[in-house]
């Protein structure tokens, strides 16, 4: 059953208190919001109707006109393009740049019950192997972003890009990102050049991202290593899901997962192919004998449940069931890959799968709720 389809249907409340009328009275609207949506969380956690939180505006802003909306899920993998990095793309002949504007982000969300997408530049982020450069594509990105969250009210979360590479630059810009746009979290890509984040290059970063309490989420890119191995297939195929596997064994077998304790990650497409090469991470841990105790003292079953998953492109039985044998449902968020993916791909994905009305509310809204509340007093 679609949670946003259950039985406990509340009428859309729009900011004015009217109810359906889509009325907005510019003295009340905040207050009245923030209080009716801290009343329905509040029911949530006795009554499990999260999944029907509804958020309903109209909104005008520089992007064109927001429409009314009623849903319920939270999109955590969801990408935008700005048209300055669209252009950057253009100019240095990087391909696979996809179609986007913010309409078209709206457009498929509300065909899929998503109240709130969390925006994340697309591949490579803010890599390009020059300082000046990724700190500029970095700023310029979250910006955009932060611009998006204002002029669509409640539709838009936003996980801030860094220039990963550069140590001081990336200090400084989660400064900003943080403090002046108020960003959700940090979006990051799961390999720069060869290093993968668990290198202690990176190591700095982590422990102000860790300071924080930081929400991570890390998409997948084309590594260095593995191009064109296989002639007609893309490398997208199985190269991104195979280099979140990499980049989570980094995190694991150098210790920094557990030396940052604090810092929450979210891994796309359900984790990649680590569930299925569960055995041989359990298999390198005795191998490494006394080294394990060190990076991993309260072992690797316990950092791997510590984080969480995203359903895109990882929505499929097989997928689903191998992630489900190693983590509990409260690690899983929802997740469309848009534009990448149309949402309704994983909407019915997930529909198909043997869920309870209880996990499909956890995963379409309750977990990421958990980790960004304020994503439901946005608007």
Not at 66 to 90: C, F, L, Q, T
Not at 176 to 188: E, F, P, Q, R, S
Not at 339 to 344: E, I, K, V
């Amino acid at each position: 059953m679609n949670s946003s389809h259950a039985s406990h249907n509340f009428s859309c409340i729009c900011n004015d208190g009217n109810e359906g009328t889509g009325t907005r009275n510019p003295q009340t609207a905040g207050a009245t919001r923030r209080g009716f949506l801290s009343s329905l969380i509040a029911t949530s956690t006795t009554v499990g109707l999260s999944g029907t939180l509804a958020g309903c505006q109209t909104v005008e802003n520089i992007f064109g006109n927001a429409p009314a909306v009623k849903s319920s899920r939270i999109d955590i993998h969801h990408h935008m393009v700005p048209p300055s990095y669209a252009a950057d793309m253009k100019r240095m002949g990087l391909g696979g740049v996809p179609r986007w504007m913010p309409q078209m982000s709206i457009d498929d969300m509300d065909k899929n019950d998503i109240a709130t997408s969390v925006l994340a530049l697309i591949q490579p982020g803010a890599f390009f192997k020059n300082v000046t450069t990724d700190r500029r594509i970095a700023r310029e990105a979250n910006e955009y972003a932060a611009q998006m969250t204002r002029d669509f009210p409640g539709r838009f979360g936003s996980f801030a890009t860094l220039p990963l590479m550069d140590v001081e630059g990336s200090l400084r810009e989660i400064a900003y990102a943080y403090d002046t746009l108020k960003a959700d979290g940090i979006g990051l890509m799961t390999s720069y050049g060869d290093l993968y984040l668990g290198d202690r290059h990176f190591w700095p970063i982590w422990e102000e991202l860790n300071r924080r309490k930081a929400v991570i989420y890390v998409h997948p890119l084309q590594a260095d290593c593995c191009r064109n191995l296989i002639p007609g297939l893309p490398n997208s195929s199985i190269e991104y899901p195979t280099d979140t596997t990499r980049t989570i064994a980094s995190m694991l077998f150098s210790g920094a997962a557990h030396k940052f304790p604090e810092i929450r990650w979210i891994w796309s497409h359900s984790g990649g192919t680590m569930p299925f090469l569960w055995s041989r991470f359990t298999r390198q841990v005795v191998d490494m004998k006394e080294k394990a105790k060190e990076v991993l003292p309260n072992g690797i079953l316990k950092e791997v449940q510590k984080f969480y998953y995203d359903t895109a492109q990882g929505h499929h039985e097989g997928a689903m069931q191998a992630l489900r044998q190693l983590v509990p449902t409260s690690q899983i968020m929802y997740g469309s890959d848009y534009p990448y993916r149309p949402g309704a791909e994983t909407r019915e994905g997930l529909n198909d799968r043997p869920f309870t009305q209880a996990e499909r509310i956890a995963i379409d809204r309750g977990n990421a709720l958990r980790l960004m509340p304020q994503l439901a007093t946005k608007a």
